[in-house]
């Protein structure tokens, strides 16, 4: 299973980005699915999650201003964000949990992470 995360780029203060993060592979379920975002000289930090049923969670820092939203049959999650800070400013990484089945039936579960995505917030 691989996750590729798409989306970023450089936005005004005030404005608005939707991130993607797309899921491939060979007979899997995705779990759920999290957004972080790592900024310069800062830990990671988790912005939001979504389970398998459409369950969000979100950080106190982006409440109101981000939606973290999926498709199932696209295998594929978003983050609108929107009213965006210069402190939102950062590399955001997708990251999934998923259960793999391969044709001998073996079951794998497992955790995979997308490759980042630049979100820069200036004017």
């Known amino acids: 299973v691989q996750l590729q995360a798409s989306g970023g780029g450089l936005v005004q203060p005030g404005g608005s980005l939707r991130l993607s993060c797309a899921a491939s592979?060979?007979?899997?379920?995705?779990?759920?699915i999290e957004w972080y975002r790592q900024a310069p000289g800062k830990q990671r930090e988790l912005v939001a999650s979504i389970t398998s049923g459409g369950s969000a969670n979100y950080a106190d820092s982006v409440k109101g201003r981000i939606t973290i939203s999926r498709d199932n049959v696209k295998n594929v999650a978003y983050l609108q964000m929107n009213s965006l800070k210069p402190e939102d400013t950062a590399v955001y990484l997708c990251?999934?949990?998923?259960?793999?089945?391969?044709?001998?039936?073996?079951?794998?579960?497992?955790?995979?992470w997308g490759q980042g995505t630049q979100v820069t917030v200036s004017s």
């Open positions: 592979g060979s007979n899997f379920k995705i779990n759920t």
């Open positions: 990251s999934a949990d998923y259960v793999e089945y391969s044709p001998s039936g073996t079951v794998v579960v497992g955790r995979v």
